[in-house]
Structures are given as structure tokens and as C-alpha cells.
């Protein structure tokens, strides 16, 4: 098996050569059969250990791992960890705590002693058991792919050799190894699988893992020709602004494979309503589809995905002229001389038709996305201002138009979007609402002949970095 492994090694991850590995060792035969392995090609090796404290025989584990890597002279990492407390605390499972706590503390390990890459003793069986767990609830192309081999600094060198193979290795290199009596339980679904329905498998066709691993190979090249497609379909129906991805329905609509092209372009945002997804296109607008991180909103002709955010509650408080920073903007109000009073009030009505059609520059969400002026009466406001987001029950009385409007029903007139209405700002005095961002002022605020002093003010969206 060694000659395999090194001519696989070699093809596969030559970069391994070259780098610094942390070896995730539990002191099973796994995990004892790729540190012997590694060890026995001369690579710049650490191991990491984690007692989670589950199995009376946790401390003879760590202590025989510890052992072996100062046998080897290997420099290892132990780290002990409180889990039935953590597990109680947090209510999550005992296996999902545990792989959480494992793959942070390798990471911190990474950054701390600048290890390049972290490796597990996953192996083809490892492998089968996640495929057929995932097989048996809902999912997709890729959840039938199984363990990935390198998933960005972790790697899996083991997944293409059977437990068989290890255990031969094992006993012809006379190494020992401890054993888990909790891998024989049949209280979890992985063990169930591992001694109930993988035998049987295997009885119907002795060759079963080596079909299974030919299998994973056609689909990885599978999923490569759907995410090329996907890649492009995206280019011709979606567009992107500000962290909000646009789909064109009448595009979409285009698309023969409509339902299958959604699922691939969504799945990432951990979306799992797919019947509530598919009937979006013809949903009234404003309909949402939530998932733990994103949402979907059906608007007029378009699907806008964005993160679910809880950033409409931010309110951000001027208490004298000057320059401000936040929330992506740059605020300037100033004192503007107190001549000609009737050409500040053609300025400001200048400055509204410029934006009666609406929101030009910032169609897509109502961001401000360059420099937007305004000036208004200095005798009408109290300070400090309020920068902040529109609530349900805002209104103001719109420059130009007569008596006053629920904010709602200016957004709706002028077909606002859901993300458009959460992402426009609003400036306020107490409870009243001088300016709606880069839409319209309020008129009791505008500058009139009668203003003895008026103040310019200036937002400015700040510039992201490339």
C-alpha cells in the first residue's frame, strides 16, 4: 500500500512535500495507519489530539497518541475539551459540538505555528457511510460527491484506500492502535449504516466500494459539466449589485431546465423550501422565501437573493455641523452664507428635478452609490439629526406635492422594491423626517425667501475597495 499511497500523494497533492502538516490523530487504526504513512515519507510533521472526554478511556487515548509521536518524534498538541457542558449549554448534538470544537482548534493550531495544511484518516468507507446518509435524506449532485479530498487547507489523502487496506497495512507494519467500543454502538446513523446496510451491500456484490469509488469519479466529473453550466446560465439571467444577486424571471423563463438551474444557483445560500422557491416566478411581488442566512423576494420581473440582515434597527446621531462617517456614508453638513436667499431655494428645487424619475444611480437597492446635496432651513431643525432607516407609520410631507404621505405609500408609487425600502436612509430632526436620502426633501424644511440661514448637506456613499 506504501508505493500506492506515495504515487498517489505524489500526483495528487505534490504540495504536501514542501509544506507544514498537522495531523488530526485520534489513536484508532485510521489515524495510526497516516501518521505511520506520512512519518515513513520524511514530511515535516505535527500531531493534534483531541480528548473530548466522552469514553472512560479518553485519558488512555491521549496518552498512548502522545507515545506514539514522541516515539516517532513528532512534536504533538493536546487539547482537552469540556464537551457535555458545552453540548448542554449550547443544545446542539454531541457529534456536531465535537466536529466544531476539532476543526477550530486545528485552525488555531494552523495560524499559530504556521501549518500549512491540516490532515484527517478519512478513508473509501469513510466515504460510502456519508454518501449513503446523505442518499437517504433530501439532497443533491453535490451531497452525492461524498467527503471532499481538499476543502481549502484540509485535506483527506486516505479516501481513496478501504478500511481492508489500512488493516493489512497495519498488521504487516506490526503497528498498534487503539479501538473506539463506541464504533460497534448502532445508536447513530453512521454505525448503522457501517454494520447493517454496507454488509449487505457488500454481499450483493463483493466489488461494491471499488463500483462505489468509480461512481464518485463519474459524478465529480458530472458536477464539473453542470457548475460550467450553471456558471454560464448565471452570466445570461443574474446580475449582481452590492451583495444582492438579480435574477431576470423573463430570462429564467427562457430556460427549459428552470427548476434544476435554481437549485444549483441557490443551494450555496442554504436555502431547503424548493417548492416554495420554484413557484416564486409566479408568486405576487413581494412575496420571501427565507433560509437560515438568506432570502428570496419576488419583485415585479425579478428574484432578489440577499443576507438576511439586522441592520434596519442601526441609528446613527449627528450633534453638530461637521463631517460624519457611517454605514458605508459620508455625511457633511455645513452653514451656507446668508445672501440670496431665492437662489438656495432654486438650488434645492433644481437639485429635486434632477430626481423626480426616482433613483437612477441607485436603482437596484436604493443605495447611494455616488455624491447626493440638499439644502434645507437651519431655523427648522433641532439638533442633534438622526440618521436611520424607515419604519412602518413614517411620513413626511414630499417637496413638490401637497400634505403629507405615508412613507409606505412613496415607496409603493414609486414601486420600490423590499431592498430598496431597507436600504434608503433617512434623515431626521426628533420624530420628523427632513429628508428621505437621495429621493426627496421634506417641504417644511425646504429654503424659502423668508430663510435667514440655511445648511447644505452632503452624503456621499463611500467607495469600496476593489
Same mark, same amino acid.
Given at each position: 500500500?506504501?508505493?500506492?499511497?506515495?504515487?498517489?500523494?505524489?500526483?495528487?497533492?505534490?504540495?504536501?512535500?514542501?509544506?507544514?502538516?498537522?495531523?488530526?490523530?485520534?489513536?484508532?487504526?485510521?489515524?495510526?495507519?497516516?501518521?505511520?504513512?506520512?512519518?515513513?515519507?520524511?514530511?515535516?510533521?505535527?500531531?493534534?489530539?483531541?480528548?473530548?472526554?466522552?469514553?472512560?478511556?479518553?485519558?488512555?487515548?491521549?496518552?498512548?497518541?502522545?507515545?506514539?509521536?514522541?516515539?516517532?518524534?513528532?512534536?504533538?498538541?493536546?487539547?482537552?475539551?469540556?464537551?457535555?457542558?458545552?453540548?448542554?449549554?449550547?443544545?446542539?448534538?454531541?457529534?456536531?459540538?465535537?466536529?466544531?470544537?476539532?476543526?477550530?482548534?486545528?485552525?488555531?493550531?494552523?495560524?499559530?505555528?504556521?501549518?500549512?495544511?491540516?490532515?484527517?484518516?478519512?478513508?473509501?468507507?469513510?466515504? !460510502?457511510?456519508? %454518501?449513503?446518509?446523505?442518499? #437517504?435524506?433530501?439532497? /443533491?449532485?453535490?451531497? &452525492?460527491?461524498?467527503?471532499?479530498? +481538499? @476543502?481549502?487547507?484540509?485535506?483527506?489523502?486516505?479516501?481513496?484506500?478501504?478500511?481492508?487496506?489500512?488493516?493489512?497495512?497495519?498488521?504487516?507494519?506490526?503497528?498498534?492502535?487503539?479501538?473506539?467500543?463506541?464504533?460497534?454502538?448502532?445508536?447513530?446513523?453512521?454505525?448503522?449504516?457501517?454494520?447493517?446496510?454496507?454488509?449487505?451491500?457488500?454481499?450483493?456484490?463483493?466489488?461494491? !466500494?471499488?463500483? %462505489?469509488?468509480?461512481?464518485? #469519479?463519474?459524478?465529480? /466529473?458530472?458536477?464539473? &459539466?453542470?457548475?460550467?453550466?450553471? +456558471? @454560464?446560465?448565471?452570466?445570461?439571467?443574474?446580475?449582481?449589485?452590492?451583495?444582492?444577486?438579480?435574477?431576470?424571471?423573463?430570462?429564467?423563463?427562457?430556460?427549459?431546465?428552470?427548476?434544476?438551474?435554481?437549485?444549483?444557483?441557490?443551494?450555496?445560500?442554504?436555502?431547503?423550501?424548493?417548492?416554495?422557491?420554484?413557484?416564486?416566478?409566479?408568486?405576487?411581488?413581494?412575496?420571501?422565501?427565507?433560509?437560515?442566512?438568506?432570502?428570496?423576494?419576488?419583485?415585479?420581473?425579478?428574484?432578489?437573493?440577499?443576507?438576511?440582515?439586522?441592520?434596519?434597527?442601526?441609528?446613527?446621531?449627528?450633534?453638530?455641523?461637521?463631517?460624519?462617517?457611517?454605514?458605508?456614508?459620508?455625511?457633511?453638513?455645513?452653514?451656507?452664507?446668508?445672501?440670496?436667499?431665492?437662489?438656495?431655494?432654486?438650488?434645492?428645487?433644481?437639485?429635486?428635478?434632477?430626481?423626480?424619475?426616482?433613483?437612477?444611480?441607485?436603482?437596484?437597492?436604493?443605495?447611494?452609490?455616488?455624491?447626493?446635496?440638499?439644502?434645507?432651513?437651519?431655523?427648522?431643525?433641532?439638533?442633534?439629526?438622526?440618521?436611520?432607516?424607515?419604519?412602518?407609520?413614517?411620513?413626511?410631507?414630499?417637496?413638490?406635492?401637497?400634505?403629507?404621505?405615508?412613507?409606505?405609500?412613496?415607496?409603493?408609487?414609486?414601486?420600490?422594491?423590499?431592498?430598496?425600502?431597507?436600504?434608503?436612509?433617512?434623515?431626521?430632526?426628533?420624530?420628523?423626517?427632513?429628508?428621505?436620502?437621495?429621493?426627496?426633501?421634506?417641504?417644511?424644511?425646504?429654503?424659502?425667501?423668508?430663510?435667514?440661514?440655511?445648511?447644505?448637506?452632503?452624503?456621499?456613499?463611500?467607495?469600496?475597495?476593489?
Amino acid at each position: 500500500m506504501f508505493s500506492q499511497f506515495k504515487e498517489h500523494i505524489s500526483k495528487k497533492f505534490p504540495q504536501l512535500a514542501n509544506a507544514k502538516l498537522l495531523l488530526a490523530v485520534s489513536g484508532g487504526i485510521d489515524s495510526v495507519v497516516l501518521t505511520h504513512l506520512f512519518h515513513k515519507l520524511d514530511y515535516n510533521l505535527v500531531i493534534a489530539h483531541c480528548n473530548f472526554g466522552l469514553r472512560p478511556d479518553a485519558n488512555q487515548d491521549e496518552i498512548f497518541v502522545v507515545a506514539t509521536a514522541n516515539r516517532l518524534k513528532i512534536p504533538v498538541y493536546v487539547k482537552k475539551f469540556n464537551t457535555k457542558k458545552l453540548v448542554s449549554e449550547q443544545a446542539i448534538s454531541t457529534q456536531m459540538m465535537a466536529r466544531e470544537m476539532r476543526y477550530t482548534w486545528f485552525n488555531k493550531l494552523a495560524n499559530d505555528y504556521k501549518i500549512d495544511y491540516i490532515l484527517t484518516a478519512h478513508h473509501a468507507d469513510d466515504n !460510502l457511510e456519508t %454518501f449513503l446518509i446523505n442518499l #437517504s435524506r433530501s439532497t /443533491g449532485l453535490d451531497g &452525492l460527491l461524498g467527503i471532499p479530498e +481538499k @476543502n481549502e487547507n484540509i485535506i483527506r489523502p486516505l479516501l481513496p484506500f478501504s478500511k481492508e487496506q489500512l488493516k493489512d497495512y497495519a498488521i504487516d507494519n506490526h503497528l498498534t492502535w487503539r479501538e473506539d467500543s463506541t464504533n460497534a454502538e448502532t445508536n447513530y446513523v453512521r454505525n448503522k449504516i457501517r454494520h447493517n446496510v454496507i454488509p449487505s451491500l457488500k454481499e450483493i456484490n463483493p466489488k461494491f !466500494l471499488s463500483s %462505489f469509488n468509480q461512481t464518485i #469519479s463519474h459524478l465529480k /466529473g458530472s458536477k464539473e &459539466l453542470v457548475d460550467y453550466a450553471v +456558471k @454560464n446560465l448565471k452570466g445570461f439571467c443574474c446580475t449582481e449589485k452590492d451583495g444582492v444577486l438579480i435574477i431576470d424571471l423573463e430570462k429564467l423563463a427562457s430556460i427549459s431546465f428552470a427548476e434544476p438551474f435554481l437549485y444549483q444557483l441557490l443551494r450555496p445560500f442554504n436555502f431547503t423550501a424548493w417548492e416554495d422557491i420554484y413557484a416564486l416566478p409566479i408568486a405576487q411581488s413581494g412575496k420571501i422565501v427565507y433560509s437560515s442566512t438568506h432570502r428570496i423576494i419576488k419583485d415585479r420581473n425579478s428574484l432578489l437573493i440577499s443576507p438576511i440582515s439586522d441592520k434596519n434597527s442601526e441609528i446613527y446621531t449627528i450633534p453638530v455641523p461637521g463631517t460624519y462617517h457611517f454605514a458605508g456614508l459620508s455625511i457633511e453638513i455645513n452653514h451656507l452664507p446668508q445672501s440670496k436667499p431665492q437662489e438656495k431655494t432654486i438650488n434645492s428645487l433644481t437639485t429635486l428635478s434632477k430626481k423626480r424619475l426616482g433613483f437612477s444611480e441607485a436603482k437596484i437597492e436604493g443605495r447611494i452609490t455616488e455624491k447626493t446635496r440638499e439644502k434645507i432651513d437651519a431655523s427648522k431643525i433641532t439638533y442633534p439629526l438622526h440618521i436611520r432607516k424607515w419604519q412602518k407609520g413614517d411620513f413626511f410631507y414630499p417637496l413638490g406635492m401637497d400634505g403629507r404621505k405615508k412613507l409606505s405609500k412613496y415607496f409603493k408609487d414609486r414601486k420600490f422594491s423590499l431592498i430598496e425600502k431597507e436600504n434608503t436612509w433617512l434623515l431626521c430632526t426628533g420624530n420628523e423626517i427632513i429628508w428621505v436620502i437621495s429621493h426627496r426633501l421634506d417641504n417644511r424644511f425646504k429654503v424659502t425667501e423668508q430663510t435667514k440661514e440655511a445648511l447644505e448637506i452632503t452624503v456621499t456613499a463611500k467607495k469600496k475597495s476593489p
